[in-house]
T-cell receptor
Framework: QQPVQSPQAVILREGEDAVINCSSSKALYSVHWYRQKHGEAPVFLMILLKGGEQKGHEKISASFNEKKQQSSLYLTASQLSYSGTYFCGTVSGTYKYIFGTGTRLKVLA | GAGVSQTPSNKVTEKGKYVELRCDPISGHTALYWYRQSLGQGPEFLIYFQGTGAADDSGLPNDRFFAVRPEGSVSTLKIQRTERGDSAVYLC????????????FGPGTRLTVL
């Protein structure tokens, strides 16, 4: 089952914050987050492992709640370069790697 | 260092033909994945290699699709009797080990079946 992401799309002004959610119907071992710009390959942002870990870069962080089978990506003080489609990727006990439904993010100047 | 490379970048073929798509992973990466991505969709898992063996090929849609990685580095995705529905971008990714590691994606091969 493909993880469901919400919202499907979001438009921000530069400097605004956003949260992207990823919800799975299966137990998760890890969650990865990727960003894909139009016409390009996905680029890795971060991985969260089982254990309620929270990680982050400067203005991009994420949390993983394995009990709820959910992960959230937090974008703070968004920049134009944040525009793209965000995917969560999940692994559930096998090596089969499933990407979420995607969230299109557009940051306006 | 060099990233993941894929050739060709674009492939146009006719329905019923055979195609091969090549992936050169990052040197030293033992894990290799193939995905298929249609417009507006996320990457769809096809097959995962650990070394030379296919550890999970459950994503291959049918027996027209086959992939090999004979020496544990370069991989080839082979599609027989192509159909128009096979048109998509085929992405390859590699990682140091298995699923707990960051995947590095290649630029993809855009396959168009006429």
């Amino acid at each position: 089952q493909q993880p469901v992401q919400s919202p499907q799309a979001v438009i921000l002004r530069e400097g605004e914050d956003a949260v992207i959610n990823c919800s799975s119907s299966k137990a998760l071992y890890s969650v990865h987050w990727y960003r894909q710009k139009h016409g390009e390959a996905p680029v890795f942002l971060m991985i969260l492992l089982k254990g309620g870990e929270q990680k982050g870069h400067e203005k991009i962080s994420a949390s993983f709640n394995e009990k709820k089978q959910q992960s959230s990506l937090y974008l703070t003080a968004s920049q134009l370069s944040y525009s793209g489609t965000y995917f969560c990727g999940t692994v559930s006990g096998t090596y089969k790697y499933i990407f979420g439904t995607g969230t299109r993010l557009k940051v306006l100047a | 260092g060099a990233g993941v490379s894929q050739t060709p970048s674009n492939k146009v073929t006719e329905k019923g033909k055979y195609v091969e798509l090549r992936c050169d992973p990052i040197s030293g990466h033992t894990a290799l994945y193939w995905y298929r991505q249609s417009l507006g969709q996320g990457p769809e898992f096809l097959i995962y290699f650990q070394g030379t063996g296919a550890a999970d090929d459950s994503g291959l849609p049918n027996d027209r699709f086959f992939a090999v990685r004979p020496e544990g580095s370069v991989s080839t995705l082979k599609i027989q009797r192509t159909e128009r529905g096979d048109s998509a971008v085929y992405l390859c990714a590699s990682s140091l080990q298995a699923s707990g590691n960051e995947q590095f994606f290649g630029p993809g091969t855009r396959l168009t079946v006429l």
